[in-house]
């Protein structure tokens, strides 16, 4: 199992490696998991879109736990159109490998995200995200993933957010109904 997991560490800061031009990396801490991510703009790759790509790893590490997941996504993002608030949205997906109980299996997961500033005091926002996989867009042992986060960011410096949130993840594999991850995190934003 420990090769998986380098695997998907080492895929995940190789995609980041590569575009380190300009982009966020994002780490975060829960209860018995963590996140790391890696965040740029779409027009890095395909000049003339407005959007993002993102490439990351969510792992429950522990032996009793046994979860690994790795992703990669395109959104389309823009305003909302509301010229009192800072708010964007982004619609997409994202393609899934889950690792989980010595199972594997894969999903193209749609949804997309909201973010907010406050308009007076921009260094405060809000963001949530939503990621839907049915069955039918599900291959090998997973059958069905959801995964839902909030966070809560202040920028204590330019370019570097600090972060609480929560997250829901919550995922069929083989038939078994159940939460992969659930709670409380805390971590960081860095726009290089």
Do not use: C
């Amino acid at each position: 199992m420990n090769k998986m997991f380098a695997m998907l560490i080492g895929s995940t800061l190789g995609m980041m490696a590569l575009t380190a031009q300009a982009g966020v990396v994002d780490l975060n801490l829960g209860n018995d998991s963590f996140r790391a991510g890696y965040t740029d703009a779409l027009a890095n790759i395909l000049p003339g879109t407005n959007g993002q790509y993102d490439a990351g790893v969510i792992a429950r590490p522990r032996k009793s736990d046994d979860f690994y997941q790795a992703h990669v996504g395109l959104l389309l993002t823009g305003d909302v159109g509301s010229q009192q608030l800072n708010v964007t949205a982004g619609l997409g997906g994202r393609l899934l490998y889950v690792y989980k109980d010595s199972k594997n299996g894969g999903a193209l997961a749609v949804g997309g995200q909201l973010a907010a500033k406050l308009p007076q005091y921009n260094r405060v926002g809000l963001s949530a995200s939503s990621y839907y996989a049915p069955n039918i867009l599900t291959v090998g042992r997973l059958d069905r993933s959801w995964e839902n986060t909030v966070d809560l960011d202040y920028e204590l410096i330019r370019n570097g957010n600090v972060y609480v949130g929560y997250r829901n993840l919550r995922q069929d594999v083989d038939g078994h109904r159940g939460t992969t991850d659930n709670g409380f995190h805390a971590g960081f934003r860095l726009k290089f």
